[in-house]
């Protein structure tokens, strides 16, 4: 029988990463990844993360044409993941434009709001306390979807009249691939947006109406795992009329491409940082969130869920301790690449084994505790050498996971091992030895554990 493939995509933070699966052998035979560099700054909105589809699209253009097209032509199934929470509006028949080329048929977006993403923090307390209790086990925090609209509502409501479709980017891509007027959204990602009843799959609908929110904006939930439509064109030699997947999470997806056994446990270090296991089968949440409770309870595939410590500090914080360096170095007229420093700070802290510094960084707070911020302590004049401070950094990453979920509450649910996943992991030896030191239970490192590999099986699985 000919080779037949699944396209895997996965739209983060940062990158895009494109991987076909082969359906046969559920083996991965080519993968590409481009940054985005899709950030852009809004002066006007206090701590506003923003970023632009045109340029997410355009690292997605990239990553396809350099896929070999004969095996493009064999794709019977596409599936999207992204990152999470975030919102981007558009107009409904008009979302894009589609155009032909030497790479075959792609679109490009037009009519559509900037991207605001999961690290967005309009949001003030004062105004996330105002809003109405959701009737859901998840609270509501900065960067998630309803938040954000709620935001928009009562300070940009002239912008939200512009558009009448929203959804999170992967979304975006399925209902532009599919050639379709409204947007379905999986449980998965309407979790993330908040004011969503993940036991019946429905938006709150009455609290949101009561509460004067754009209930037209919402998409239509769907199951985790189905299928949301087929491609309305050829796109860059993938047929017209293959099956497009209802866009999943980024961090369900990544928890798929490793998760072996029910007894693993799932640390995903990137920009930011999880640790998660699977609850048992006849699990349910709560009814009410606990706004206080670091786990969370996200909903996963078949009625089952996962218990996740989501952190909101992760590989981001040393990518700001780099990013701090580069920029002191530059005012002493020294320029060093992001890349040089980075792979610096590792040789020094592995020359550095052990360190005394305490380094709490949670430089971005935590959802379940905004307020507090990050903190350095019992600094004395032996131990503030690259090494030292690396390393604490390091610690103190894993260190604040531990603190959201102590290893006793793995050992108590049978977790019997710990499989480490993530950019922030596999480029930072330091980090990995810190997991080794937090951990009572065995660490494994899986090849190809990332969300763009986790989806192209969900929907292999499916087929």
Not at 41 to 50: G, L, R
Not at 102 to 129: E, K, N, V, Y
Not at 348 to 361: F, G, R
Request: a negative charge.
């Amino acid at each position: 029988m000919a080779a037949q493939y699944v396209l895997g995509m996965d739209l983060g933070t940062t990158s895009i990463k494109v991987v076909l699966l082969d359906s046969q052998s559920k083996t991965v035979t080519d993968s590409r990844t481009f940054p985005t560099n899709s950030d852009v700054s809004n002066d006007e909105v206090e701590h506003a993360k923003e970023q632009d589809p045109a340029r997410i699209i355009s690292a997605l253009d990239q990553c396809m044409a350099a896929l070999p097209k004969e095996k493009l032509n064999k794709v019977i199934c596409v599936g999207v993941s992204g990152q999470m929470h975030g919102v981007v509006f558009w107009k409904s028949r008009t979302g894009c434009k589609w155009s032909s080329g030497d790479a075959g048929h792609t679109f490009i977006p037009q009519d559509m709001s900037r991207l605001i993403t999961w690290q967005d923090g309009r949001c003030s307390s004062d105004f996330l306390s105002s809003l109405p209790k959701p009737e859901s086990h998840l609270s509501v925090a900065n960067g998630f979807g309803c938040a954000s609209i709620f935001w928009y509502t009562k300070h940009r409501p002239a912008l939200l009249s512009e558009f009448s479709v929203a959804g999170t980017i992967q979304d975006y891509v399925v209902s532009m691939l599919c050639g379709s007027e409204d947007c379905v959204m999986t449980g998965q990602n309407a979790a993330s947006w908040g004011y969503f009843n993940t036991t019946n799959n429905q938006w709150n609908m009455e609290i949101l109406k009561g509460a004067g929110f754009p209930v037209h904006l919402l998409p239509v939930p769907v199951e985790s795992g189905s299928i949301a439509g087929r491609t309305c064109s050829e796109w860059h030699g993938i047929p017209a009329d293959t099956p497009v997947g209802a866009a999943l999470g980024d961090f369900q997806c990544s928890v798929y491409s490793c998760m072996r056994d029910k007894a693993d446990a799932v640390l995903n270090l990137s920009t930011s940082a999880q640790l998660t296991f699977a609850m048992p089968a006849d699990f349910t949440p709560p009814t009410a969130p606990d706004p206080v409770s670091p786990i969370a309870y996200f909903p996963y595939f078949h009625n089952t869920y996962l218990a996740v410590a989501a952190s909101l500090n992760g590989g981001n914080v040393m990518a700001t301790f780099v990013g701090m360096l580069t920029s002191w170095m530059k005012e002493f007229g020294v320029e060093l690449s992001e890349a040089k420093v980075y792979s610096t700070l590792v040789q020094c802290a592995l020359t550095q084994p052990s360190t005394d510094l305490c380094v709490t960084p949670t430089l971005l707070g935590e959802r379940h505790n905004p307020a507090s911020l990050g903190l350095v302590s019992d600094i004395s004049p032996t131990n503030l050498s690259l090494g030292h401070v690396t390393r604490g950094i390091c610690r103190g990453i894993l260190a604040n996971l531990a603190t959201m979920m102590p290893p006793q509450m793995l050992l108590a649910a049978g977790v019997k091992r710990i499989m480490g996943s993530g950019s922030a992991l596999s480029r930072n030896e330091v980090l990995k030895q810190e997991v080794e030191r937090m951990s009572p239970l065995p660490v494994v490192y899986g090849e190809d554990v990332d969300s763009a590999v986790g989806v192209a099986m969900v929907f292999n699985d499916r087929l």
